[in-house]
């Protein structure tokens, strides 16, 4: 065992009689392209997929290492090392991560979509975000969402209506990363780094196939303008996004008393030097009274950058 082996089992052992035994999926460590799955790599509309996905890091967004890529599939998670692999292999993973026929269930796919659009030129597309989902099937049983936040994914999961698991491992993960950033580029990985990193995606699928069957047409078809949105929040360019995919259209048979928001934009404004704090107010109230009034979303893009630069990923209605 190495020292991060040791202090999570001694940490977590008082644990280990309420923590529910739970079957672990097979998992392959991948460092070549062709340990993938074929369908993966090469994805076709005959052989449509749904995949759990996340990105494990250091300091992970446009200037931060990504280090691991996990994929989820049905009978197997495969862990998709960039330190072992290089560029080579996460560019391999291009038109799947790109692809239409092949959806990715993530967490929160802000950060993990810059790292790979800035460091490998991908453009993260067909995103089922499932931190988006839960807020619109919220907002679907009239239950009011915070103003300041979105569900954790720790929260996520010990939701009983999605998965009912405690993931204290969460919190050590991150004990471990504050005392040694560059955590996630030890290599060779040891069990606790392979658990917590399967551990982030194993579940996602479950979590689709439960919140698919809660939202309505129009909560479906917001979903996935939003995660479009999201997925480009952070990856800011100077054409406007012409080169990323269209935003998904109003379907024709969605309820015909539901709201249909004039503009689904992603509006960017720069922040003149050393006026950030202005934006924000004291202890956040101005962004604050800006979500409440206009009924925006809106991501700063702090110290991972752009500083500078405040995103309105979704708006609803007009200021």
């Not at 993960?173 to 995606?201: C, E, G, H, Y």
């Not at 479906?220 to 360019?237: D, G, K, P, Q, T």
Request: glycine share 6%; hydrophobic share 40%; with cysteine.
């Amino acid at each position: 065992m190495n020292q991060y082996q040791l202090l999570y089992c001694d940490h977590l052992s008082p644990l280990a009689d309420s923590i529910p035994e739970l079957p672990s999926p097979p998992y392959h460590i991948v460092t070549k392209p062709g340990q993938l799955p074929v369908e993966f790599l090469e994805p076709s509309a005959a052989h449509k997929l749904v995949i759990g996905f996340d990105c494990e890091g250091v300091d992970l967004c446009r200037n931060g290492a990504l280090c691991i890529m996990q994929l989820a599939f049905p009978d197997a998670v495969y862990l998709v090392d960039a330190i072992e692999g290089g560029k080579e292999l996460i560019q391999a993973c291009q038109p799947a991560l790109e692809s239409d026929h092949i959806t990715k269930v993530i967490h929160d796919c802000k950060r993990d979509s810059e790292a790979l659009y800035f460091q490998f030129g991908i453009k993260l597309h067909n995103v089922m975000d499932t931190q988006i989902a839960y807020s619109l099937i919220q907002e679907q049983e009239g239950n009011k969402k915070p103003s300041d936040d979105y569900i954790s994914f720790v929260t996520l999961l010990a939701d009983p209506r999605y998965c009912g698991i405690p993931y204290p491992e969460k919190e050590e993960v991150r004990t471990l990363l504050r005392q040694d950033p560059n955590f996630w580029k030890i290599r060779p990985l040891s069990d606790m780094m392979v658990r917590a990193a399967t551990d982030d995606v194993r579940f996602l699928l479950s979590i689709h196939e439960k919140m698919m069957e809660k939202l309505s047409k129009a909560s479906l078809w917001r979903l996935a303008v939003r995660s479009e949105l999201y997925c480009r929040c952070f990856c800011l360019n100077d054409n406007q996004f012409a080169d990323w995919s269209p935003l998904p259209p109003v379907p024709d048979d969605i309820e015909a008393d539901v709201y249909i928001p004039e503009v689904d934009i992603l509006s960017v404004l720069d922040v003149p030097p050393g006026k950030m704090g202005l934006v924000i107010g004291k202890k956040g109230a101005t962004i604050m009274e800006v979500k409440g009034s206009c009924n925006v979303e809106i991501h700063i893009g702090g110290a991972k950058g752009p500083p500078d630069r405040v995103g309105f990923p979704f708006i609803r209605e007009s200021c």
